[in-house]
């Protein structure tokens, strides 16, 4: 019932919102951050509630929708969907109170948002292969019109390219959707039912088949190279508050669906085929950070970084899923993997609401258009640095529990992927200096002389952001908690 | 008693007589009352033909009229969508003096959609296509004073004339290879062998015949035409009721085909076909009512997926059914909303109509991303039925295939989408009255109600089954 309420509560906000009479900008925004808060509430009260060493999935509700095709409204989580989700709301909440200029219609735009906000929890606490689907799509439809909308420079050929693009690879998972559900003995979506049957345990051609679909389907939400030529131009469009949502949870459902799906659901598959996914992200990892660090434009630069994040992501997936026996190294790499999902979010999200101020302040992304900033906007820069050291790794943040703990595992499992994989960190570090160097330091050009400090709702928001990753970067065990007794079912399961 | 069999066909005809003499007497004034008997004919016949629901499926008439369940939801079907479409069409005829005789081509060729779905006769069969083409030429040319109009409807009816032809012509090569039309007496002839060969010539003329009422590949050229031409409502019915009944005639007809013919495959290829010559030829339009009648054609690729596997133990009719229950309520809607809007057609009109008109647009989107297949929309879960029941009957290519047109689909669509709530309005907006906008948001109200009990209708149409 709480997770119903998570998810439920937003959609519900979004209607109200659409329908409520003349609302301001300040009404709207604040009616959009009290249903944000409350539905984040939810999910707090559903983690205090959880039990990290009981059955996988808690929290569960069962009700038939469809009984004749096999469809109900199932939900639950385990601790890797909890922490996601969890995640996923308070970036929320970030992304509606951060100011943006809503063009004069602030109350359709926080409705989308609390729409977008919907959907993207309901996929972390479904427990049923179409109700997971059904969100995987309707995702879309809200960051189409966010970007379309309320973007600038080119939105709606960004818009229509990244619902294209996606709706492309959703289409290639309805399908392998559909045959992981026919080949149950009788057929049925739910999830739990799957993981426990592994109907296509050892199956050829067919099993392979399903999980290139699912793969596909996944790896261009992630997105995995070479499938992620719609993301850099999706980013610079969009608004900043949806680009902190694109990345920090869109992305999401990618790394996400490859644990819920392919690892739970076609093990042995996975493990066939996992070399394969941990060289691509490799080269995900090595192609987005040099891209990157050839970008002159600051939401691209960042927008880059996010696929080399991603990749390790889905290194750490990779070597989970792998045929090792050395099930400590996988689990570490998969909790590693999810807590890398949580960094990002936080970290990336936090880092394009700051190109977002940039942008209200400027409507300019060019690097070398900026510099000397420190002075002028101390606080800017203090987050700014903040956020950028975490993102590259620097111990003792976020951004380091999660890669450590990846390459740990990596290490035991591909130790040449692992040596070649942190050359990827290396770079992100250099860029993500030059970045801030760019941004930040040097001389002030005299077009920036007013330039203004980060409002105090900005500073707020950014300062929750950064003092979660902080707190993660020092305190993991309560995060780690809860993950691990979900990466331990799912590869001790074995 | 067989004439009680009939009771809803009769009432339909009862109706469109009456409606007839009363056109004839009734001053100018009073034609618009036709509306009203035409909607009690409607609402009589359906009630009647709901009554006919779940019992066993069987033959009456000595055997060419089938009285099964799919017959009966295709009938419901057809006469629910036909209901729509008159009761949005007295607002549209509002100004023309004459037009109580319209109402009854409606009712005329809805009966002629029902007789298609339910013929159980080579004979029957073509009396039903000849019944409602005939009643459908005069229906697209109502506007006599319009070009775009008489265009259309002499492409319906060239069209029509050669496919209606080469249907008699299969029928009459059936006939002489089996000595009878009916369908019983023609599956065990072919059971015992017949030349194969002239049956194929025979197969192929009657399928000819049958894309013609499908709107499918090669007989599709006229959808378009009419989609753009023909008075709105009667677009609206044009690209919705026939394909039901020539859905269900053609399933019901290649299932009596022995395996020799090959039917599935020539089946899937114009499946294939047509969702993409529908989609290719839809990315370029700039006329909405174009863009939705080659949509249409696509959607009758789609539905012919189903008909590909109706031989092959899966659940293939009632996934047929789902899906035009799914394809009729949002294709209804959309042209609900072209009706509302004065029947405007150009694109470029439409820009920025979410400002000016919130609903109606709110519709419009809804009904496109129902017929692209979005869930939780009703269009999705049609899709997806007919992708399992291809991908179950070992069909998965062309489940891929029409992936791939869906997401072709989706580009024409969102070019509509993004046109409606991105661009800048122009103008006033002019729409119709009250009265089709009542109806429009009932069309509305309904697509949501079908998606959300969506589990109702599947329930519903799970076990119909053929007769004979």
Known sequence: MILTLAWLLPLLGAVSLMIAPQWGETQARGFGMLVAALSLAMLVWAWIGFDPAGPLFQHVLDVPWVPSIGVGYRVGVDGIALVVATMSALLFLAAIAYPVDTQGQPRQYYAWLLFLMATSLALFVVLDLLLFYV?????????YFLIGRWGHGQPQLSALTFFLYTF??????????????????????????????QPLAGDGLYAGLVFLGLMLGLAIKTPLVPLHTWLPQAHVDAPGPASAILAGVLL???????????????????????????????????????????????????????????????????????VSDNLAAKQLALTGATVEMVAHGLITGALFLICGSFWQRTGEYDLAYYGGLAHQAPLLTGLTVLVAFASFGMPGLAGFVAEFQIFAGTFAVYPWLAVFGVLGILITAGLFLDFLRQLFFGRLPAHLGRFAELSRVEAMVLGVLGLAVVIIGVYPRFLLEVIDGASTLLIGGR | MPLGDLLPELVLLLGAVVIV?????????????????????????????????????????????????????????????????????????????????????????????????????????????????????????????????????????????????????????????????????????????VDPLALSVAVACIVMGLTYKLGAVPAHAWMPDVAQGAPAPIAALLTVAPKIGAAVALARFVSLLPDSQAWPVIVALISVATMTLGNLAALRQTDLRRLLGWSSVSQSGYALMAIVVVGSGVAALPALLAFLVAYAVANLLAFAVVTHLRGRTELAHYHGLARRQPLVTAALIVALLSLVGIPPLVGFFGKFLLFEVTIAAGYAWLAVVAAFNT??????????????????????????????????LGTFLLLILVSLGFEFLQAVLAPIALAG
């Open chain 1, 135 to 143: 969100f995987f799509d309707l995702s879309l439809v809200g960051m």
């Open chain 2, 407 to 440: 997401l072709v689909s989706l580009y024409y669509y969102l070019r509509v989408i993004a046109v409606l709530m991105f661009k800048a309005p122009q103008g006033e907006v002019q729409v119709l009255g009250r009265w089709s906008e009542m109806v429009l």
């Open chain 1, 168 to 197: 492309a690879g959703s289409l290639a998972l309805l399908l392998a959707i559909i045959g992981l559900y026919l080949s149950l003995e009788s057929p049925s979506f739910d999830m739990r039912q799957i993981i426990a049957q």
């Open chain 2, 21 to 193: 003499l009363f056109a004839a007497f009734a001053p100018q004034r009073r034609q618009a009352g036709a509306v009203w008997l035409a909607l009690l004919a409607l609402v009589v016949a359906m009630g009647l033909g709901a009554r006919q629901w779940g019992l066993p499926p069987r033959l009456t008439f000595a055997g060419v009229w089938a009285l099964d369940d799919v017959a009966i939801a295709a009938k419901l079907l057809i006469l629910a969508s036909g209901a729509l479409v008159v009761a949005l069409s007295p607002d549209w005829m509002r100004s023309d003096r004459r037009h109580g005789e319209y109402y009854a081509l409606c009712l005329f060729s809805l009966l002629g959609m029902i007789m298609m779905a339910s013929a159980h006769d080579a004979m029957e069969l073509v009396v039903g296509v000849l019944l409602s083409s005939a009643a459908s030429y005069p229906l697209a040319a109502y506007h006599r004073g319009f070009p775009p109009a008489l265009e259309a409807a002499m492409k319906y009816f060239l069209i029509g004339a050669l496919a209606n032809a080469l249907l008699v012509i299969g029928v009459v090569i059936l006939f002489g290879l089996v000595g009878d039309t009916d369908y019983a007496r023609a599956s065990d002839v072919f059971q015992t062998g």
């Open chain 1, 252 to 322: 999401k459902m990618g790394t996400y669906g490859m644990i819920r799906l392919p690892l739970a659901m076609l093990p042995a598959t996975f493990a066939r085929y996992a070399p394969v996914v941990a060289i691509l992200a490799l080269v995900a990892i090595l192609y987005g950070a040099l891209v990157a660090l050839g970008q002159r434009n600051l939401k691209r630069r960042i927008a880059y970084t996010s696929i080399n994040h991603m990749g390790y992501t889905v290194l750490g997936i990779a070597v989970a899923a792998s």
